[in-house]
């Protein structure tokens, strides 16, 4: 129900290749950094290379940031390159690593005339390294850098700089690569959401709407709700978006929103489907006692339901 952001609108079409899609994306995002806000472009890659301050980058000395080094011991995915510099990062996503690819990117390195020359990994999980050649410079992992970008981002003055860092941190939030701390708020808002599930349940049965009558109750990773008559109406809650309930006529090619000229709740219409919204805090929802919650959602839903009859479309 969320709006996307670029980097996983674009991921649709890469699922093929994820980890090089991934690390095209993130490559993207460091060049950017280092054109328009070079002290946190040189901070970030400071973060991602570098052991302990034992070497740093200058501020003024070119940095080519590029994907897919081709050499005789195979392809490192990105090479971080400058004048005295030359540092492979491997990327992974749940893959392992192939066979001793760090011990055969080090030996790639060697005839490189850089005085600074090291393989780092960058990883979703921890990993365990039984041989002292395969153990890379600095092991990163993806949160880590998502932690880097959230902390940096007060301080990006460019405002694509700042909507590339919010895309790519959502993007890794959706791959997983990052979660969002579990807090207190847990105890209380679980059983909330079920109380409002009940809520809507209720009101649908108020009003009179009839449930599916072969299983009424729909749930699923990402909503819970009811279908309602023969499955063409749903009724509920989209997790990604729990302030909000909508009722959701199914197959909208069965439906003309032009019929009802003046609607009372909010519509969206998707590819396949459109829907009313009830957003809850515009309603004051939390501040009113249970009782009236329940005659504001009843009113939603039959009049939602009303004008979703008003808009269907008669086919022989």
Not at 187 to 195: C, D, E, F, H, Y
């Amino acid at each position: 129900m969320s709006d996307e952001n670029i980097f996983s609108a674009l991921a649709k079409y890469n699922s093929a290749r994820d980890e090089n899609y991934l690390t095209e994306a993130f490559v993207f995002l460091l060049n950017s950094l280092l054109l328009k806000e070079r002290t946190i472009g040189l901070e970030i890659l400071t973060q991602l290379c570098v052991n302990n301050n034992e070497f740093s980058f200058d501020e003024d000395k070119a940095i080519s940031i590029s994907t897919q080094e081709t050499t005789e011991q195979g392809t490192p995915d990105i090479k971080v390159f400058s004048p005295d510099k030359m540092i492979y990062i491997e990327v992974k996503h749940d893959s392992p690593l192939g066979y001793k690819q760090i011990e055969r990117y080090k030996k790639a390195l060697e005839s490189s005339p850089a005085t600074i020359k090291h393989v780092n990994l960058l990883t979703r999980f921890a990993v365990d390294f039984s041989e002292a050649e395969e153990r890379p410079y600095k092991h990163v992992r993806w949160y880590e850098v998502y932690n880097w970008l959230s902390n940096a981002r007060t301080r990006v003055q460019d405002p694509i700089c700042v909507y590339l860092i919010d895309s790519f941190n959502s993007f890794l939030e959706v791959k997983q690569m990052s979660l969002q701390k579990v807090s207190w708020e847990y105890i209380n808002g679980v059983p909330a959401l079920i109380n409002l599930v009940n809520m809507v349940e209720v009101a649908i049965q108020g009003v009179g709407i009839p449930f599916y009558s072969s299983y009424p109750r729909a749930a699923g990773w990402d909503f819970k709700g009811f279908w309602l008559e023969d499955k063409k109406f749903w009724c509920g809650i989209h997790y990604d978006n729990p302030l909000v309930i909508t009722f959701e006529m199914i197959d909208k090619e069965k439906f003309n929103a032009k019929l009802v000229d003046t609607r009372t709740y909010e519509m969206k219409e998707g590819k396949e489907r459109m829907w009313f919204r009830l957003p809850l805090e515009d309603k004051h929802f939390f501040s009113l006692d249970k009782d009236e919650q329940l005659e504001e959602i009843a009113k939603f839903v039959k009049t939602a339901y009303a004008e979703a009859q008003q808009m269907r479309i008669e086919k022989e």
